[in-house]
């Protein structure tokens, strides 16, 4: 009985869930870079990424990304529910990563972004250990987040390092 509670439960949060954010444009029109080239103007910004959803793995079936940054809003409605988070914390109002994450495995739902590689397999490790460093001693953090996303990742995985070593600028 409490296994059939939960799924009810689980049920209408998600029903609950769809019905608050079908309140969202649908974004797709304005990501250019999903289209082809030939097809966007003068900004010619498109890479022709909806030309290979409908052959095999064309929406990244298969394939896993970690992603290395400071923080994402994991709850966003456009990502997919229960992005894990590997290593680190995940910095509070850093929406670079969410947007990152959204360019990436946003999902084909309607509403808000659609991603690039939408049935991709994501996973995200922090740079991020709750107080700001010097680049001096941010390289070693960097070290660790890219570590420990490596050991995620096979022979042809992606791993996406959004950090900048030594420099002192983000």
Known sequence: ????????????????????????????????YLYDASLTGTSNIGIGVQNVWSL??????????????????LNHEDLPIGIPLIHGISEPGNEHGTAVLGILVGQDNGFGV????????????SRWEGSELTPEQEDPVIAAAVAAARLQLDVGDVLLIEAQAGTGHE
Do not use: Y
């Open 1 to 32: 009985m409490r296994l059939l509670t939960f799924t009810i439960s689980t049920c209408l949060f998600l029903i609950c869930r769809s019905d608050l954010f079908a309140q969202t444009p649908d974004f797709i029109e304005l990501q250019g």
């Open 56 to 73: 095999p793995g064309g929406q990244g079936e298969h394939v896993k990304i970690v992603d290395v940054e400071r923080g994402w809003n």
């Open 114 to 125: 659609t991603g690039m590689c939408s049935s991709t397999s994501i996973k995200v490790s």
